[in-house]
Nanobody, 123 residues
């Protein structure tokens, strides 16, 4: 397993969750790690990404100001802190990783994927 995501669950609107993604194997060589999500019946969409240094972070407009991506390189883990959750944030969240420093919003640019963790936000 290259990427292992965890932390999903059921939360009320306005609540918070923290997702974690642990990297192993070849995914450890990745330069960019990110989170995508896919709601039922919709395409997978970019949520956030972070470069290896942890200095540069990128967010979808829909989550800016509410979600924070971070990483702990000593633990080979990336986190997604989600605050102010809304029902429209309900989706399966996937962590992903890619080789190369360019951050893309397109999922096809990422070589490694985790198994997904379900986040459900009730109104």
């Amino acid at each position: 397993v290259q990427l292992q995501a965890s932390g999903g669950g059921l939360v009320q609107a306005g609540g918070s969750l923290r997702l974690s993604c642990s990297a192993s194997g070849r995914a450890l060589s990745s330069d960019v790690m990110g989170w995508f999500r896919q709601a039922l019946g919709k395409e997978r969409e970019f949520v956030a990404a972070i470069r290896r240094s942890g200095v540069n972070t990128y967010y979808a407009d829909s989550v800016k100001g509410r979600f924070t991506i971070s990483r702990d390189n000593a633990k080979n883990t990336v986190y997604l802190q989600m605050n102010g959750l809304k029902p429209e944030d309900t989706a399966v969240y996937y962590c992903a990783a890619k080789i190369g420093m360019v951050v893309f919003h397109e999922s096809r640019k990422y070589e490694y994927w985790g198994q997904g963790t379900l986040v459900t936000v009730s109104s």
